[in-house]
T-cell receptor, first 114, second 109 residues
């Protein structure tokens, strides 16, 4: 059984650029959630995708957007990058929406915005 | 979102028990969780408790919930150096996970 994988591991961008982060969910999981973890902070919920539809969103601006594909993998897109977007971005997959009891996290993508 | 508060740092000696505390404000929380994060890694779910329970034990881990005071604790018995990590308390009312800032646990030999 393959766990949750994320790519790339690290990324450096400059302010104003756009970035796409990728997540492959655990086999059999149809729900993917994305979190932003700034240095020294707990993860903050960005949004959740269930069967290719956005199923809930945290307090993040529209320049944070996502996609989920038919194989349930997912992308997080961030436009017009700001310095404060520097963080560890985590994705998590589960078998059902808001099933946090069996939600598995990937290792994250470390984004640095200069 | 609602607030989840944790103490930032805890240091214990190997073999001792560790107790990590958490308070939350959302009275509609249905589940409460403890996650572990090791350096350079994602989050690992350690255990969780349903809001109508007072206690849950899972091997070396004991979770205590005081719903009246909105206080949650995680006790790690016989703490080992491999337990050194950041521990996050999180709650959900069924919509999204809301995390605290994490408690950094240092276990010294």
């Amino acid at each position: 059984e393959t766990g949750v994988t994320q790519s790339p591991t690290h990324l450096i961008k400059t302010r104003g650029q756009q970035v796409t982060l990728r997540c492959s969910s655990q086999s059999g999981h149809n729900t993917v959630s994305w979190y932003q973890q700034a240095l020294g902070q707990g993860p903050q919920f960005i949004f959740q995708y269930y069967r290719e539809e956005e199923n809930g969103r945290g307090n993040f601006p529209p320049r944070f957007s996502g996609l989920q594909f038919p194989n349930y993998s997912s992308e997080l897109n961030v436009n017009a990058l700001e310095l404060d977007d520097s963080a560890l971005y985590l994705c998590a997959s589960s078998l059902a929406t808001y099933n946090y009891n069996e939600q598995f996290f990937g290792p994250g993508t470390r984004l640095t915005v200069l | 979102g609602e607030d989840v508060e944790q103490s930032l740092f805890l240091s214990v000696r190997e073999g001792d028990s560790s107790v990590i505390n958490c308070t939350y404000t959302d009275s509609s929380s249905t589940y409460l969780y403890w996650y572990k994060q090791e350096p350079g890694a994602g989050l690992q779910l350690l255990t969780y408790i349903f809001s109508n329970m007072d206690m849950k034990q899972d091997q070396r881990l004991t979770v205590l919930l005081n719903k009246k005071d909105k206080h949650l604790s995680l006790r790690i018995a016989d703490t080992q150096t491999g337990d050194s990590a950041i521990y996050f308390c999180a709650e959900t009312d069924g919509y999204a996970l809301n995390f605290g800032k994490g408690t950094s646990l240092l276990v010294t030999p």
